[in-house]
Protein backbone atom coordinates (compact mmCIF):
# COMPACT_ATOMS: atom_id res chain seq x y z
CA UNK A 1 0.00 0.00 0.00
CA UNK A 2 2.73 2.58 -0.41
CA UNK A 3 2.18 6.10 -1.48
CA UNK A 4 -1.37 5.48 0.10
CA UNK A 5 -3.22 7.82 2.03
CA UNK A 6 -4.35 7.20 5.08
CA UNK A 7 -7.15 8.94 8.08
CA UNK A 8 -6.42 8.05 11.68
CA UNK A 9 -9.66 8.41 13.85
CA UNK A 10 -8.43 8.17 17.41
CA UNK A 11 -9.15 10.17 20.56
CA UNK A 12 -6.30 9.37 22.27
CA UNK A 13 -3.17 11.36 21.16
CA UNK A 14 -0.76 9.28 22.42
CA UNK A 15 -2.19 6.66 20.57
CA UNK A 16 -3.05 8.46 17.57
CA UNK A 17 0.86 9.48 17.31
CA UNK A 18 2.09 5.87 17.85
CA UNK A 19 -0.49 4.61 15.24
CA UNK A 20 0.91 7.56 12.95
CA UNK A 21 4.33 6.40 13.14
CA UNK A 22 3.38 3.06 12.26
CA UNK A 23 1.28 3.82 9.30
CA UNK A 24 4.40 6.02 7.77
CA UNK A 25 6.32 3.21 8.85
CA UNK A 26 4.76 1.14 6.21
CA UNK A 27 5.17 3.62 3.54
CA UNK A 28 1.63 5.13 4.09
CA UNK A 29 0.65 8.73 4.07
CA UNK A 30 -1.38 10.17 7.09
CA UNK A 31 -3.80 12.83 5.96
CA UNK A 32 -5.07 13.81 9.33
CA UNK A 33 -5.35 12.71 12.89
CA UNK A 34 -8.76 13.36 14.82
CA UNK A 35 -9.98 12.19 17.40
CA UNK A 36 -14.40 12.66 16.47
CA UNK A 37 -16.59 10.88 13.82
CA UNK A 38 -17.56 15.00 12.56
CA UNK A 39 -13.84 15.39 12.21
CA UNK A 40 -13.22 12.25 10.53
CA UNK A 41 -16.35 12.80 8.08
CA UNK A 42 -14.86 16.47 7.45
CA UNK A 43 -11.09 15.05 6.90
CA UNK A 44 -11.98 12.80 4.11
CA UNK A 45 -14.21 15.32 1.97
CA UNK A 46 -11.25 17.43 2.25
CA UNK A 47 -8.20 14.76 2.08
CA UNK A 48 -9.90 11.11 0.09
CA UNK A 49 -7.85 9.24 1.92
CA UNK A 50 -7.44 5.34 0.67
CA UNK A 51 -7.89 3.70 4.18
CA UNK A 52 -8.37 4.46 7.28
CA UNK A 53 -7.63 3.37 10.63
CA UNK A 54 -10.86 3.62 13.21
CA UNK A 55 -11.27 3.47 16.62
CA UNK A 56 -14.46 2.07 17.55
CA UNK A 57 -14.82 4.20 21.19
CA UNK A 58 -14.31 8.02 20.09
CA UNK A 59 -15.53 11.55 20.89
CA UNK A 60 -18.34 13.12 19.41
CA UNK A 61 -21.46 12.17 18.76
CA UNK A 62 -21.19 9.30 16.74
CA UNK A 63 -19.27 5.78 17.05
CA UNK A 64 -16.77 4.87 15.13
CA UNK A 65 -18.81 2.14 13.73
CA UNK A 66 -21.16 4.68 12.92
CA UNK A 67 -18.69 7.22 11.61
CA UNK A 68 -17.31 4.38 9.30
CA UNK A 69 -20.64 3.72 7.70
CA UNK A 70 -21.21 7.57 6.50
CA UNK A 71 -17.88 7.19 5.45
CA UNK A 72 -18.40 4.55 2.90
CA UNK A 73 -21.18 6.50 1.75
CA UNK A 74 -18.96 8.84 0.66
CA UNK A 75 -15.64 6.54 -0.48
CA UNK A 76 -15.34 2.88 -0.76
CA UNK A 77 -12.33 2.57 1.20
CA UNK A 78 -10.96 -0.12 3.32
CA UNK A 79 -11.40 0.77 7.01
CA UNK A 80 -9.22 -1.05 9.81
CA UNK A 81 -10.49 -1.07 13.16
CA UNK A 82 -8.40 -0.78 15.95
CA UNK A 83 -9.78 -1.46 19.06
CA UNK A 84 -9.34 -2.37 22.99
CA UNK A 85 -12.74 -4.20 22.74
CA UNK A 86 -12.06 -7.55 21.10
CA UNK A 87 -15.45 -9.43 22.53
CA UNK A 88 -17.63 -10.85 19.60
CA UNK A 89 -20.52 -8.29 20.29
CA UNK A 90 -18.80 -5.07 19.28
CA UNK A 91 -16.86 -7.36 16.34
CA UNK A 92 -20.26 -8.33 14.89
CA UNK A 93 -21.12 -4.77 14.96
CA UNK A 94 -18.25 -3.92 12.46
CA UNK A 95 -19.71 -4.13 9.10
CA UNK A 96 -18.57 -7.68 7.22
CA UNK A 97 -18.43 -5.99 3.80
CA UNK A 98 -14.66 -7.44 2.41
CA UNK A 99 -12.95 -4.31 3.06
CA UNK A 100 -13.56 -3.96 6.90
CA UNK A 101 -10.51 -5.50 9.05
CA UNK A 102 -10.16 -5.14 12.68
CA UNK A 103 -6.76 -5.49 14.80
CA UNK A 104 -6.80 -5.21 18.86
CA UNK A 105 -4.76 -2.67 20.80
CA UNK A 106 -1.75 -2.56 21.31
CA UNK A 107 -1.32 -3.11 18.00
CA UNK A 108 2.20 -3.85 16.48
CA UNK A 109 4.08 -2.60 13.22
CA UNK A 110 4.44 -5.98 11.46
CA UNK A 111 0.62 -6.39 12.54
CA UNK A 112 -0.31 -3.40 10.76
CA UNK A 113 1.75 -4.34 8.09
CA UNK A 114 0.34 -7.91 7.25
CA UNK A 115 -3.09 -6.64 7.01
CA UNK A 116 -1.79 -3.35 5.02
CA UNK A 117 -0.68 -6.37 2.65
CA UNK A 118 -4.40 -7.42 2.40
CA UNK A 119 -5.55 -4.63 1.21
Keep these: MANKKVLIVEDDQVIAYVHAYYAEQCGLEVTDCVESGEKALESIERNKPDAVLMDIRIEGEIS ?56
Design 64 to 119: GIDTAKKIREQLDIPIIFISGNSDTRTQSEIIDDGKTYFLVKPIRPDDLQALLGKI
